[in-house]
């Protein structure tokens, strides 16, 4: 899979039009950063942003429904009115309950200057721009909500203005600023204090003119209060243990706790994060670039080697296109610096401690296209896209994600450097639909890439209590890794009723697996559901309750390692003991070519995933090359065939 996006949501807004995350948009001209800064308003400079499934770690963006069982929310329909320069109107509500936050205030920017709008008692607003053309959401905050505030001008979300045009039924879903309880433990589940505790999203982005604390130090109970949402990665760090990382999941939520078990010291313990990378950011012609976000990740090549941070490291540069990133661990990075609009650069395999580091950011050609439905022909006036770098036949690695809220269903993106490409689009109550395209070298024109989408399918089903079928209100049912693999943010979920049901529509034919959590319940992912062109069968999920002093776990079934695309085969990393794989004798470095006969390149990633999950105690046979022996580089790696069991797996 991908290995991390680094642009996305630390303060989370999550833009919702028709069950869409929106993160990433925008069409015609873009808006000049320096022109639409309000007075006195600086970029400020986030800090360094620095899971056991059968797949690396994944994003996992989060919403829930406005009125169970349905669908988050309906589409957004683009009408005719009187207004001279077109018209938004929607609602903000909040992420976890659906209910409309009032007093939100949304500051729109476009080429001109910015305006800002509130919400009413019900989360309703009108935003009337006094132009038409590009305007940008530029920041959203609530009292008690995490806000939304990106680097001025550089807005993920886009919409676009039509005289006599007004588009309605937007709707914006903020996180609830929830304060959770963290412990940090040892070995022997006694309280560690004076631990070094740090909050990992990957999406510094979109926070900067709002930071929020990201590290802290347990008390003498072990203890720390933070706020993260769903998704984030904790880490804790102690000189006397190895490290210990957990998720913020659902459940997490639901409980307001987090336990962090440190390890016992293994060799050398922990790298020390004591190195620094530092440099400049220049257009073609030389001139420095301020405001392109500098990401840092542990380089591509050696992976499942990894250094640092799993979620890399983060800065926008300075009014003289500079960055230092501090804290940083030895080993080797991939850096890249993007700024919307130009096309990145990226510099590989740079060893940590260097300060000489030069990215130019270029031209590149613009991509552009009109989204359809292809049953009528008529555009979608909201939509979300992903762009896709091809590297291989299974690896695709996150270029661009953009979402329009545009009553052409028109898009563009530009700053598109020659390569291959995968165009993934999406909308509320279609299932996603992808389309390849090529830029040829040089090439600095338009790139046209029309998508049209067809209506998806439907699930319905019930939650309910194990053991005792007790229906279980309000529980989250999502489908797990959509907007990761699938590169679009997307992520379909639903609440249940009082009786336990509920409803997914819009979803794409295929294998997939559900993410099922509620209050006082252990969480589960339950793989192998197909689902076929039109409804699927009823489902009856059962969640475990939790006893008193348990802490959530989630119940998953596969082989029980860490996997990854490259080139023509899925790369093991870490393999959890008492799994399928660890009974098997898979190590990290192996390589998975086959499944049960049939090469991994014919599945792409994300079926080959759902192949290898499954049934608990089912058999399957894996192709598998294995990692050479030390001193052996170089030599052809053998080929064998090895049986794994599925196993439960609990974390």
Do not use: C
């Amino acid at each position: 899979m991908d290995r991390k996006r680094t642009l996305g949501l630390l303060a989370i807004v999550l833009v919702l039009l028709g069950g869409l995350l929106l993160v990433l948009g925008g069409r015609g001209g873009e808006p000049d950063p320096q022109a639409t800064r309000p007075p006195g308003a600086t970029a400020p400079k986030p800090a360094p942003a620095t899971t056991a499934m059968e797949t690396a770690p994944e994003p996992k963006p989060t919403h829930t429904t406005a009125a169970p069982p349905t669908r988050l929310v309906p589409a957004t329909y683009a009408e005719h009115s009187t207004e001279p320069h077109g018209a938004f109107e929607g609602r903000v509500i909040s992420a976890t309950t659906g209910d409309g936050v009032e007093g939100a205030e949304l500051t729109f920017a476009g080429s001109g200057g910015a305006t800002s709008t509130r919400t009413d008692a019900s989360g309703r607003f009108r935003f009337v721009p006094y132009s038409a053309g590009t305007w940008q959401l530029a920041v959203v905050t609530a009292r008690g909500y995490l806000p939304f505030g990106p680097e001025w001008g550089q807005s993920p979300i886009r919409f676009t203005a039509v005289p006599g045009q007004r588009l309605s039924d937007i709707v914006l879903a903020l996180t609830p600023e929830v304060e959770l309880l963290g412990r940090v433990e040892g070995p022997d589940g006694k309280p560690v204090a004076g631990a070094q505790v740090r909050v990992l999203t990957g999406r510094s982005g979109e926070s900067v003119l709002f930071p929020t604390p990201d590290r802290y130090t347990s008390d003498a109970s072990g203890e720390f209060r933070f706020h993260g949402p769903e998704g984030a990665i904790v880490e804790a760090r102690h000189p006397a243990h190895s490290s210990a990382q957990a998720e913020v999941t659902a459940g997490t939520l639901l409980a307001r706790r987090l336990v962090l078990k440190l390890g016992r010291h293994e060799g050398s313990g922990d790298a020390p994060l004591d190195e620094s990378l530092a440099g400049r950011v220049v257009d073609a012609s030389g001139t420095a670039v301020a405001g392109a976000l500098v990401s840092v990740e542990s380089a591509e090549s050696a992976w499942p080697k990894q250094y640092g941070d799993a979620h890399g490291y983060e800065q926008v540069t300075d009014d003289e296109g500079r960055f230092t990133i501090e804290g940083v661990a030895p080993g080797r990075y991939d850096v890249t610096a993007r700024l919307m609009g130009l096309a990145p650069g990226e510099l590989r395999d740079v060893a940590a401690g260097r300060k000489d580091l030069v990215l130019t950011l270029a031209r590149g050609a613009k991509l552009v296209g009109t989204v359809r439905d292809a049953a009528t022909g008529k555009p979608m006036p909201s939509f979300t896209l992903a762009v896709f770098t091809k590297r291989g036949p299974l690896q695709r690695v996150p270029f661009a994600q953009l979402s329009f809220i545009d009553a052409q269903g028109h898009y563009e993106l530009a700053g598109v450097p020659a390569g291959s490409y995968v165009v993934q689009v999406a909308a509320y109550g279609y299932a996603p639909s992808e389309t390849h395209v090529e830029v040829p070298r040089g090439a600095s024109g338009t790139v046209t890439a029309d998508v049209s989408l067809g209506r998806g399918a439907k699930m319905t089903g019930r939650v309910v209590e194990e053991g005792t079928n007790l229906p279980l209100e309000r529980a989250r049912v999502s489908v797990e890794g959509m907007g990761a693999e699938s590169a679009l943010s997307v992520r379909y979920d639903a609440l249940t009723d009082a009786e336990g049901h509920f409803t997914l529509d819009g979803l794409p034919s295929g294998q997939m697996s559900l993410y099922v959590s509620a209050k006082g319940h252990h969480s589960r992912i339950i793989s192998g559901i197909r689902v076929g062109p039109e409804t699927t069968a009823p489902r009856i999920l059962e969640l475990r309750k939790t006893e008193e002093g348990e802490e959530p776990q989630v119940d998953m079934v596969g082989i029980g390692a860490v996997l990854a695309p490259r080139e023509d085969a899925l790369m093991v990393g870490q393999v959890f003991e008492g799994g399928g794989a660890w009974e098997a004798g898979l190590a990290t470095g192996d390589a998975i070519v086959r499944i049960n006969g049939r090469p991994v390149v014919e599945f792409g990633f994300p079926e080959a995933i759902q192949s290898i999950r499954g049934v608990e105690d089912s058999l399957l046979v894996l192709g598998v090359r294995k990692a050479p022996a030390p001193g052996t580089e170089g030599s052809p790696a053998p080929l064998v065939d090895i049986t794994v069991k599925r196993r439960r797996i609990r974390k």
